[in-house]
């Protein structure tokens, strides 16, 4: 469970709030919302650790794949596709692969 607090009372006691982030996350909010997040640096190390993590599909085996391709979207996440239409086409290099 995370604490929400104000700039301001964070400004007045950050000793208390670093200890408290150690527990949870602390959300700091600035005229009412949510702006900043204080927490454990272990937590901060985990997380970035799994935005580093790449799979590659290469590596994915025939069950997996035919899994990939029978997977349907959940009806309620069909706006998802919507931000899809936005998105730039993709890079060729000069032999006319993907970059």
Do not use: C, W
Not at 46 to 56: P, T, Y
Not at 73 to 98: I, V, Y
């Amino acid at each position: 469970m995370s604490t929400t607090v104000t700039a301001a009372a964070v400004s007045k006691n950050f000793g208390a709030y670093q200890d408290a982030a150690v527990r949870d996350p602390v959300i700091i909010t600035k005229n009412g919302r949510p702006r900043t997040v204080l927490l454990a640096y272990e937590d901060f190390v985990r997380l970035s650790k799994r935005d580093r993590r790449v799979d590659l599909t290469a590596e994915l085996g025939s069950d997996e794949i035919a899994a990939v391709e029978a997977s349907e979207m959940e009806p309620d996440l069909d706006h998802l596709n919507d931000e899809l239409s936005g998105s730039k086409p993709s890079r060729r290099n000069p032999t006319g692969q993907k970059a």
